[in-house]
């Protein structure tokens, strides 16, 4: 599976961007699929999980009520919008199918200016 992310910019601080993660190879509901963030100087961290059939959801607390993760099959892309960006938001953010030994994108950079 290869994995292209997308969507992500600089944005003021309040504003929202919807990242894509969007795939090629195989079918994505085949995995579950993750969106995980890194910023500067700092270790990679999950932010959100969504289920292969887009059921179960979870998130990080730190964007738990901002963020929303979805999936759209048929388009073979899951998505990730933000809202109320936070200068710590800031990260280049990634999407992983399949876990740790499964598939990651190329990352998506998301600058939130204070």
């Known amino acids: 599976v290869q994995l292209q992310a997308s969507g992500g910019g600089l944005v003021q601080a309040g504003g929202s961007l919807r990242l894509s993660c969007a795939a090629s190879?195989?079918?994505?509901?085949?995995?579950?699929v993750g969106w995980f963030r890194q910023a500067p100087g700092q270790e990679r961290e999950i932010v959100a999980t969504?289920?292969?059939?887009?059921?179960?959801?979870n998130y990080a607390d730190s964007v738990k009520g901002r963020f929303t993760i979805s999936r759209d099959n048929a388009k073979n892309t899951v998505y990730l919008q933000t809202n109320s960006l936070k200068p710590e938001d800031t990260a280049v953010y990634y999407c992983?199918?399949?876990?740790?030994?499964?598939?990651w994108g190329q990352g998506t950079l998301v600058t939130v200016s204070s």
């Open positions: 992983n199918a399949g876990g740790s030994s499964g598939y």
């Open positions: 190879g195989r079918p994505l509901s085949a995995y579950a």
């Open positions: 969504i289920s292969g059939s887009g059921v179960f959801t």
